[in-house]
């Protein structure tokens, strides 16, 4: 089976089950499935390009629970919760463009597309039309069963390096997988609650890590701790090229420019700041790497063959639980 470079280069790396997802997968039961994903993908980008930044959350949010089985996609009911009810999910959005291409791919194909690949084919084309590398994704994941707000746990954005390289590490991804994966962060921002105990209006001195001036910033738009609007704004976590998928996210750290903590640290550890560095000074390194990273992120304990299910809809199992 022919593969792309790319996924040749790391299939030394990768587990066995990835010899069983394929490239173009669809190619021969619904040829028009990653067509089909792109289109649904470029009118919602047209209208919003934060559909990058919402669709790499989702991506990664979904992911890191029990592997890429579109679990974060249930919809709660009446009687079951799913890991939409998980705090760090309940601002993750744009599952319309995933409901889009769905209904789209049922049109065309009953039955055959898994959501759990609408999601890794939908954050690919986001990261190419944002500006990034367009790359090629192994396809052939089947949806999961399950859909457990308690088994979300994932990496916060105060946790020190070491902290959250643990995470990586036990979904078999490695320290430069983690400052890759976080460089998404370029076209990412975070609400003003997430990271306002770093800013001098909440401690009462400035976070000797944060340049000054990003400070007063921040101070401006956030309002204090006692007095925080009530709407808890919005800030860039790339102050430089925030709509352009590129490096500059690693710069801006280098700087001290980084608004949440973990982002800023990994240009302040010994352990991170030599692949920080590279990046900040080579674009197409980091989109190279970021593609491979993806690659990787993707195939983390996916359900393929006969496990699982592919569902009808993506927001509710087929045969309710």
Same mark, same amino acid.
């Given at each position: 089976?022919?593969?792309?470079?790319?996924?040749?280069?790391?299939?030394?790396?990768?587990?066995?089950?990835?010899?069983?997802?394929?490239?173009?997968?669809?190619?021969?039961?619904?040829?028009?499935?990653?067509?089909?994903?792109?289109?649904?993908?470029?009118?919602?980008?047209?209208?919003?390009?934060?559909?990058?930044?919402?669709?790499?959350?989702?991506?990664?949010?979904?992911?890191?629970?029990?592997?890429?089985?579109a679990s974060i996609l249930i919809d709660p009911t009446s009687t079951r919760t799913s890991e939409k009810n998980a705090g760090p999910n309940r601002?993750?959005?744009?599952?319309?463009?995933?409901?889009?291409?769905?209904?789209?791919?049922?049109?065309?194909?009953?039955?055959?597309?898994?959501?759990?690949?609408?999601?890794?084919?939908?954050?690919?084309?986001?990261?190419?039309? &944002?500006?990034?590398?367009?790359?090629?994704?192994?396809?052939?994941?089947?949806?999961?069963?399950?859909?457990?707000?308690?088994?979300?746990?994932?990496?916060?954005?105060?946790?020190?390096?070491?902290?959250?390289?643990?995470?990586?590490?036990?979904?078999?991804?490695?320290?430069?997988?983690?400052?890759?994966?976080?460089?998404?962060?370029?076209?990412?921002?975070?609400?003003?609650?997430?990271?306002?105990?770093?800013?001098?209006?909440?401690?009462?001195?400035?976070?000797?890590?944060?340049?000054?001036?990003?400070?007063?910033?921040?101070?401006?738009?956030?309002?204090?701790?006692?007095?925080?609007?009530?709407?808890?704004?919005?800030?860039?976590?790339?102050?430089?090229?925030?709509?352009?998928?590129?490096?500059?996210?690693?710069?801006?750290?280098?700087?001290?420019? &980084?608004?949440?903590?973990?982002?800023?640290?990994?240009?302040?550890?010994?352990?991170?700041?030599?692949?920080?560095?590279?990046?900040?000074?080579?674009?197409?390194?980091?989109?190279?790497?970021?593609?491979?990273?993806?690659?990787?992120?993707?195939?983390?304990?996916?359900?393929?063959?006969?496990?699982?299910?592919?569902?009808?809809?993506?927001?509710?199992?087929?045969?309710?639980?």
């Amino acid at each position: 089976m022919k593969i792309s470079t790319i996924l040749i280069f790391f299939c030394s790396l990768l587990p066995l089950t990835f010899a069983e997802l394929r490239v173009g997968f669809y190619n021969s039961i619904c040829p028009r499935a990653e067509a089909i994903v792109h289109d649904a993908v470029q009118r919602r980008f047209n209208q919003d390009r934060s559909i990058l930044p919402a669709l790499l959350r989702m991506h990664f949010h979904d992911c890191f629970v029990r592997g890429c089985d579109a679990s974060i996609l249930i919809d709660p009911t009446s009687t079951r919760t799913s890991e939409k009810n998980a705090g760090p999910n309940r601002t993750v959005r744009e599952y319309e463009v995933i409901d889009e291409a769905k209904r789209m791919l049922e049109e065309t194909c009953p039955l055959t597309v898994s959501c759990a690949d609408i999601i890794t084919l939908a954050t690919r084309d986001a990261v190419a039309l &944002g500006g990034g590398i367009r790359y090629s994704v192994p396809t052939g994941r089947r949806d999961g069963l399950l859909s457990d707000p308690s088994l979300v746990n994932l990496p916060g954005p105060s946790m020190s390096v070491s902290g959250a390289l643990k995470f990586f590490t036990e979904k078999g991804l490695t320290l430069e997988d983690m400052v890759t994966l976080l460089g998404g962060h370029t076209v990412g921002f975070a609400h003003c609650s997430v990271f306002q105990n770093r800013l001098s209006s909440f401690q009462g001195r400035r976070d000797p890590t944060m340049d000054p001036a990003l400070d007063a910033r921040l101070v401006q738009i956030c309002g204090s701790f006692n007095n925080q609007p009530r709407n808890d704004p919005l800030v860039f976590l790339d102050q430089n090229s925030p709509s352009q998928f590129d490096n500059q996210f690693y710069n801006q750290m280098l700087i001290k420019r &980084g608004v949440l903590h973990l982002d800023q640290q990994l240009a302040m550890d010994p352990l991170s700041r030599p692949i920080v560095v590279n990046f900040s000074t080579d674009n197409a390194n980091f989109q190279r790497k970021f593609a491979n990273a993806m690659i990787k992120l993707g195939i983390i304990d996916v359900l393929l063959g006969s496990q699982g299910e592919i569902r009808k809809n993506c927001r509710a199992f087929n045969i309710p639980l």
